[in-house]
T-cell receptor, first 114, second 114 residues
Framework: KAGVTQTPRYLIKTRGQQVTLSCSPI?????VSWYQQTPGQGLQFLFE???????NKGNFPGRFSGRQFSNSRSEMNVSTLELGDSALYLC?????????????FGPGTRLTVL | AQSVTQLDSQVPVFEEAPVELRCNYS??????LFWYVQYPNQGLQLLLK??????LVKGINGFEAEFNKSQTSFHLRKPSVHISDTAEYFC????????????FGAGTRLTVKP
């Protein structure tokens, strides 16, 4: 089985631009979560989707948004980029709403905002 | 909301020595507990998890952890480490009700020296 894939792996943007990151979960997984990882703040939860519905949301501004498609693939969008948005963005999938289920992580998208 | 504290940001140890990475959590309700490992430029990989039952949990790569409810701890141990265990280790917690996100600790950088 293929693992979680994220595209692109690396991205460089400038302040004020917007960006869309993509995540393809493991086949059969219906839950997708997104995390932001930075040296200063560590791993922070962004949102979780299940069956195309956002089930949980972390404490991030409205510039961060996401969606999930009927095939469980997910995208997240960040508008009006700020320098502080530079981070590794990780996507994780699980068979059902995470709970006690294992989350399988992708390799991440490294976003650099200049 | 739940929270996680990893008591050591860095743990240096010599090859073949035992190691313990400490994790304490806080939650007003029952929780699931996890340990993940992150190798450079990769996503997170699950080492082990505690859902219920036996408090001693065995995971991959020879790691184990013990859930201690009275001390709200979930320390990770390995009796003999290898150079290849050098990585970042994250403790995580999620409540049973699935309405809360996965909370990660700040991480412990394990460095195994020859």
């Amino acid at each position: 089985k293929a693992g979680v894939t994220q595209t692109p792996r690396y991205l460089i943007k400038t302040r004020g631009q917007q960006v869309t990151l993509s995540c393809s979960p493991i086949s059969g997984h219906r839950s997708v979560s997104w995390y932001q990882q930075t040296p200063g703040q560590g791993l922070q939860f962004l949102f979780e989707y299940f069956s195309e519905t956002q089930r949980n949301k972390g404490n991030f501004p409205g510039r961060f948004s996401g969606r999930q498609f009927s095939n469980s693939r997910s995208e997240m969008n960040v508008s009006t980029l700020e320098l502080g948005d530079s981070a590794l963005y990780l996507c994780a999938s699980s068979t059902d709403l995470a709970g006690g289920n294992e989350q399988f992580f992708g390799p991440g998208t490294r976003l650099t905002v200049l | 909301a739940q929270s996680v504290t990893q008591l050591d940001s860095q743990v240096p140890v010599f090859e073949e020595a035992p190691v313990e990475l400490r994790c304490n959590y806080s939650s007003s309700v029952s929780v699931y507990l996890f340990w993940y490992v992150q190798y450079p430029n990769q996503g997170l990989q699950l080492l082990l998890k505690y859902l219920s039952g036996s408090t001693l949990v065995k995971g991959i790569n020879g790691f184990e952890a013990e859930f201690n409810k009275s001390q709200t701890s979930f320390h990770l141990r390995k009796p003999s480490v290898h150079i290849s265990d050098t990585a970042e280790y994250f403790c995580a917690v999620r409540t049973h009700d699935n309405n809360n996100d996965m909370r990660f600790g700040a991480g412990t950088r394990l460095t195994v020296k020859p």
